[in-house]
């Protein structure tokens, strides 16, 4: 179906079909216009006629602006209301959500009274009534009282099991804690819990951390005879408690009073898994070196070694050009990632520059002859992948040792599987590399 014709030009037009023209039918004109395009009409009588163009031009809006009876005036539209939304949520609900905002999620209390979050909550407060309020000080106390419902359940969880401890402790803006985590087995899984973090407020001494360890020991009610073993680091203050502890375990001055409560039925009716006085015979609790650390420790070693650190010095000297602002503005330009610097202290940021200064090779190669800080020799850019080949495995072997449900077959196959994948790289540093992981195995295993 064609297009209806509409153009009000079209009244001063006859359109002869055999001749295809239209005849302009002004008195005095009698022009022809090719065709029968409303366009084509209207500029003419535009042009030639512009009196009768106005008087058309304003006849039209007149029409237009008169409401049809299918058109309404803004007058009589109606302003539609916002939708009211109905969600499904009680007074509980919201509380367990902002609980686990200022514990899982790690938001500060002070959330509950930013502006944005009230816009939130208060429509939802006043729609439960009954003086239902959220705020930071009601939000703290239920926290307070969570953890000791969660305390509680962990007391009865570990009545009377035997349980591997580790611990460790970490420093972060002039405040150091120190983490104490629990281990059992519960059926074919290894069940991992967390017992505390705690500030240290004195010198990390060997006593001072023992005591800690007993402190959280005694409120959660483990006895030291539950204890198997504990896992920490290689560090001598470390080793040094744990030894201490171990003592102590020996003599026999830990909970003598509790000795039948373990073997008995808890309030759960759940019997021990283990009945310990059957299994041990004076002291069982031993140190356990953490492998993770004593990993870190052999790379450590074999990165002192005199040609690599020095390759390593220049590699990172390299890098730090490579982040001055004019350098990082080209290496931006050009589409390639920025360079890495690494924290010496932290073997595995070392690997992570090396290997970005090998994505950056050519941008060095390119760039050396006008930046002479970017120059490194062939031998010292294989020197370098050779480093990041070799250290490759460690790496993997790291990541895999920190899984949860770790057993002491599933370390001892992927430590040695890291000694065995660098043994195949025949180079110095390779073998240098399993000679420290080899000296340092004696203690770990």
């Known amino acids: 179906m064609g297009r ?5 030009n079209r009244q001063h037009f006859s359109f002869d079909p055999a001749t295809n023209k239209s ?3 002004v008195e005095g004109c009698g022009a022809e216009i090719a065709g029968n395009h409303g366009g084509n009409l209207q500029r003419h009588i535009q042009r030639r006629h512009p009196d009768l163009f106005n008087k058309s031009s304003n006849s039209t809006a007149t029409t237009q602006k008169r409401p049809g009876p299918s058109q309404r ?42 502006t944005g979050f009230r816009k ?12 239902f309020s959220i705020n930071s000080a009601n939000i703290r106390e239920r926290v307070t009282t969570l953890a000791d419902s969660e305390r509680r359940k962990l007391i009865d969880e570990l009545s009377g099991r035997l349980i591997l401890l580790k611990i460790d402790s970490a420093t972060c803006r002039d405040r150091s804690v120190l983490g104490i985590n629990v281990q059992y087995a519960e059926g074919e899984n290894i069940v991992l819990r967390t017992l505390a973090v705690r500030e240290l407020c004195e ?28 896992t920490a680091d290689n560090g001598a203050n470390m080793q040094k408690a744990v030894q201490l502890l171990s003592d102590l375990q020996a003599t026999g001055n830990d909970d003598e009073e509790d000795t039948d409560a373990d073997t008995e039925a808890d309030d759960t009716g759940r019997e021990p898994d283990v009945e310990i006085d059957s299994v041990v015979q004076g002291q069982i609790l031993r140190s356990v070196r953490c492998s993770a650390h004593t990993l870190q420790l052999a790379v450590d070693d074999a990165l002192k070694e005199k040609g690599v650190s020095n390759i390593i010095g220049k590699a990172r000297r390299v890098a730090k050009k490579l982040r001055t602002p004019n350098v990082v503005a080209v290496i931006k330009r050009m589409g390639h990632r920025r360079a890495i610097v690494d924290c010496p202290t ?24 006008t930046v002479n800080e970017l120059h490194l020799s062939e031998p010292q850019w294989q020197a370098i992948s050779n480093i990041v080949n070799v250290l490759k495995p460690a ?16 370390f001892y196959g992927q430590w040695l599987k890291c000694v065995l994948d660098t043994e195949k790289m025949d180079s110095p540093f390779a073998k240098r590399l399993v000679q420290c992981m080899k000296s340092r195995q004696h203690t770990l295993f």
């Not at 969600?87 to 509950?112: H, K, Q, W, Y």
């Not at 800690?212 to 483990?222: A, C, R, W």
């Open 4 to 8: 209806h014709t509409e153009n009000p």
């Open 23 to 25: 005849k302009c039918n």
């Open 73 to 114: 005036t803004l007058d009589e539209v109606t302003v539609k209301k916002p939708k009211l939304l109905h969600v499904p949520i009680t007074s509980e609900a919201l509380v367990d959500v902002c609980l686990e905002l200022v514990t899982v999620n790690g938001r500060p209390f002070s959330l509950m009274e930013d």
């Open 120 to 131: 939130i909550i208060d429509p939802l407060q006043q729609a439960i009534g009954n003086g």
């Open 203 to 230: 010198r990390h001494t060997a006593s001072y951390i023992s005591s800690v360890v007993q402190e959280v020991l005694e409120e959660y009610k483990i006895s030291l005879k539950q204890v198997y073993s504990i």
């Open 346 to 369: 932290r073997w595995h940021s070392t690997h992570d520059m090396l290997e970005r200064l090998c994505e950056l090779r050519s941008f060095c190669d390119d760039m050396s002859p």
């Open 395 to 410: 790496k993997i072997t790291t990541k895999c040792i920190q899984s949860e449900q770790l057993t002491a077959g599933d």
